[in-house]
């Protein structure tokens, strides 16, 4: 079951803005991202006799996903034109047993700011820039107990989350405007600030602490694109 609503507002400047309300309600027969996953939680003594783990590929369990997204843009046709978009969510899943945690990919928080100026002698600049809070992952720790022995702590499912994450995109195009065709010649950056995001949070027994396991991903992109 979807339910959806939206409210629309002409502002000055140009600019439009729109207002949408949503919330999810879902019933799964089947949900691929629990399959083989481990709900179990350790307690407060990991080096004590464990239970045994509950591996999950659960049947009609509930899933749940309510938020707001506010959208607020100047028109094409202006000299400077973008958008700002910003959305807060919040996504989960519900198993009998175990209880109500966050999505895997749950991201509570994500904004996102373009802007494009047309400068002049057909030379355009335009600059992204993107932000999100971290999604959810489940705190697992490497004890060491008596005689050397190895235990695993885990906590609740999902129940913490992965550092906030933002970037920045940049673009130069300049235009060649013919008597009926035109060519564009650009110059993109992802992630011109070079930030690195974190994926992965992983347990260093050595120094009994969490490390980050970060990503770069960094992409220059130079080229030529006609139209007739």
């Known amino acids: ?26 019933s799964y027969a089947l949900d691929f991202s629990l399959i083989g996953q481990d709900l ?24 749940r996903a309510r938020g ?23 996504s989960d899943r519900t198993v009998a047993g175990v209880g109500t945690f966050p999505f895997d990919f749950d991201q509570t928080h994500v904004l996102n700011l373009v802007l494009s ?4 002698r057909n030379w355009t600049l335009g600059a992204v820039f993107h932000y999100n809070t971290g999604r959810p992952y489940t705190p697992v720790r490497e004890i060491v107990c008596v005689d050397f022995i190895t235990a695993t ?12 994450y933002w970037r920045l995109d940049f673009r130069i195009q300049k235009r060649e405007v ?9 110059i993109d950056f992802f ?5 690195w995001e974190t994926v ?18 960094f992409l220059p992109i130079i080229g030529v694109r006609g139209q007739f």
């Open 1 to 26: 079951l979807q339910y959806q609503a939206s409210v629309e507002a002409t502002l000055p400047g140009d600019l439009q803005a729109t207002l949408t309300g949503f919330t999810h309600d879902n």
């Open 40 to 63: 179990s939680v350790t307690g407060a003594n990991p080096c004590a006799e464990p239970p045994p783990p509950e591996l999950y590929a659960p049947l009609h369990l509930r899933g």
């Open 191 to 195: 992630n011109a600030a070079f930030q």
């Open 200 to 217: 992965n949070m992983r347990w260093n027994t050595d120094e009994q602490r969490f490390e980050a396991e970060t990503f770069p991903l």
């Open 68 to 90: 707001a997204e506010l959208l607020v843009r100047r028109r094409l046709g202006q000299s400077v034109f973008g958008w700002l978009s910003y959305a807060m969510s919040q």
């Open 153 to 164: 702590s885990r906590d609740p499912h999902n129940s913490a989350r992965l550092p906030d």
């Open 117 to 120: 100026w047309e400068v002049g």
């Open 178 to 186: 013919f008597e009926s065709w035109y060519l564009d010649f650009y």
